[in-house]
């Protein structure tokens, strides 16, 4: 005898059915998800810190290194406070990497490491140093390549071989991984033939309109099962069955923009780093220019970059700033940092260098992409400065308060407004005007980009260019590394600690001799400003 069912029974039993296999489902999805982000936190947790941390550890020591080796082939003062730096550095990241080593091996090397640090810093301290400022450099050389440099290849050995145990922590968090996967993977096409048997089972017993929304449903499974999380799930039954379809949407929306979340944020992670590495965090300074640079970025990675050569008679800058934010921006910079360095490499001239620069954007990038960029070379001699401004802010000079223009002996500041040409990566022919001017001890010439004149306020005004040379000037009397640091803070502080844009800021303070012609050039004044047309 057959037992007839209702069809609200059945409709009562099939829906209980399906929402028992929805919610498994679900579990199933989470639990992969969880476990993922499981390994993810013992990569970034364990693994990813103690590498950063023995990179640090190597990199400050071969710092010392270095500041060693240059302190004994021209001794200076900023060499050996380099090194000090370096070695508090040194000291701090010790201290608070031995937390992230767990295993016996693990501590074992990081002692060696540390003791053989601590040999290094000896000889350094009682025997290097010492000699070389008793003037006896050739025999603290000597006595640095006996010492000194094994135990720096000691250090880097040991590094790697720290590293080499952190790979294999990695390795493990994969096999785990791979293991819960596989696990998850199981159950999941359990539940997805359970799924499947379900829905014919509806197909067959209930209303087509049912049955077709219980199938969509299905299919949206089986996709997020293979990581398609762009399945549209579009059920008009005006029931709870919608209500389940409209849910299951933003079920997989939610899990797709975890997923690109992550993802994105480990790409941020990689481009920051590599944005890091190209630009030059310590810059050469000559007896008549130093060099400070100041950057702040708003996000991981920014288009905000600048660049510094120094030859024997001149001292060659660029500071750009890539149009839009983010990893695109970044490539921008990229390309056009590259541009930058393998022409000046092969000698070419400043007008060359934007040329090429200017080819490779339009080719590289899309077209409402665009580039910003000073190029500026100063006679270290005569300090007779030059630029090519395309697009970019125009530089500001802080006078030292002496000289013929000077008035009450205080330092004077004002914009440097010469020509002015079209930014890189819009047009063949951007123009060529050149801005040349006469620079006098004491003097600052100040490249930047227009976040300091962008950032904005909590109620939306800008910091502007009134506010930003009004700053520059009563900031004036500090030493350049002050001035930089303080106006970054005045700026964060306007903005209540929110930057929209990246801020980047060259300082070039003229150190050199007195000029001897303290008269005219050409029947214009020294000091200001000369216009130059391509």
């Known amino acids: 005898m057959l037992v007839r069912l209702s069809l ?22 989470l639990s992969l998800f969880w476990s993922l982000r499981e390994v993810q936190r013992g990569v970034f947790n364990d693994a990813v810190p103690g590498v950063v941390a023995v990179d640090e550890i190597v990199r400050s ?63 350094v301290e009682d025997d290097v140093v010492p000699l070389a400022e008793q003037g006896q450099r050739s025999l603290a050389q000597a006595h640095f390549s006996q010492q000194g440099a094994p135990l ?30 596989n696990q998850a993977l199981i159950t999941l096409v359990a539940v997805i033939i359970g799924a499947l048997g379900v829905g014919l089972l509806l197909t067959i017993l209930l209303p087509r309109r049912l049955s077709s929304g219980l199938s969509e449903l ?153 580039t910003t960029l000073i190029y500026a070379t100063v006679d270290l001699v005569t300090g007779q400065a030059g630029w090519l401004n395309m697009g970019h802010p125009s530089p500001f000079m802080l006078t030292s308060g002496e000289g013929p223009e000077r008035r009450d002996g205080r330092p004077q500041g004002y914009f440097l407004e010469g020509p002015r040409n079209r930014a890189l990566g819009w047009f063949d022919e951007p123009g060529m005007a050149e801005t040349t001017i006469q620079l006098r001890p004491g003097d600052r010439l100040i490249f930047y980009t227009d976040g300091f004149l962008e950032a904005k306020s909590p109620d939306g005004v800008i910091f502007g260019e009134n506010r930003f040379a009004e700053a520059l000037i009563r900031l004036a009397p500090l030493d350049s590394n002050e001035l930089g640091e303080e106006l970054v803070r005045d700026v964060e502080r306007f903005a209540a600690g929110k930057l929209d844009d990246d801020l980047t800021m060259l300082v070039i303070e003229f150190q050199g001799a007195p000029l001897a012609q303290e008269a005219t050039d050409e029947g214009r004044p020294v000091g200001r400003v000369t216009k130059t047309e391509n």
Request: hydrophobic residues 40%; proline residues 2%; glycine residues 8%.
């Open 8 to 29: 609200r029974w059945k409709i009562v039993g099939g829906f209980g059915l399906l929402l028992v296999l929805i919610g498994l489902l679900g579990y199933v999805t």
């Open 61 to 123: 020591y071969t710092a010392q290194s270095a500041a060693v080796r240059g302190f004994l082939l021209l001794p200076s003062d900023p060499l050996l406070e380099q090194y000090a730096a370096e070695v508090s550095n040194v000291e701090g990241v010790l201290e608070e990497s031995r937390s992230q080593f767990t295993s016996s091996r693990e501590l074992e090397l990081l002692d060696e490491l540390t003791q053989a640090g601590e040999e290094f810093q000896t000889s």
């Open 152 to 181: 720096i290849l000691e250090i880097e050995r040991l590094g790697r071989e720290l590293r080499d145990l952190q790979r294999e922590v990695v390795l493990r968090t994969e096999q785990d991984l791979q293991t819960r996967s």
């Open 218 to 370: 299905v299919e949206a499974a089986r996709a997020i099962g293979r990581g398609d999380f762009d399945q549209k799930v579009d059920i008009r039954s005006g029931d709870e069955v919608e209500e389940l379809g409209d849910r299951f949407t933003e079920m997989q929306g939610a899990l797709k923009r975890l997923q690109q979340l992550a993802l994105q944020d480990r790409e941020l992670e990689i481009a920051g780093a590599i944005q890091r590495n190209l630009l030059q965090r310590t810059l050469p300074n000559t007896a008549t220019v130093k060099l400070v640079p100041i950057q702040r970025q708003a996000n991981l990675v920014g288009g905000d970059w600048y660049d510094v050569d120094v030859t024997h008679s001149t001292v060659t800058v660029a500071v750009g700033d890539a149009s839009g934010k983010g990893i695109a921006a970044a490539l921008m910079a990229t390309v056009a940092l590259s541009v930058l360095r393998a022409e000046r490499g092969q000698g070419a001239s400043a007008r060359r260098i934007i040329e090429r620069a200017n080819e490779a954007l339009k080719e590289a990038t899309e077209p409402e992409s665009f």
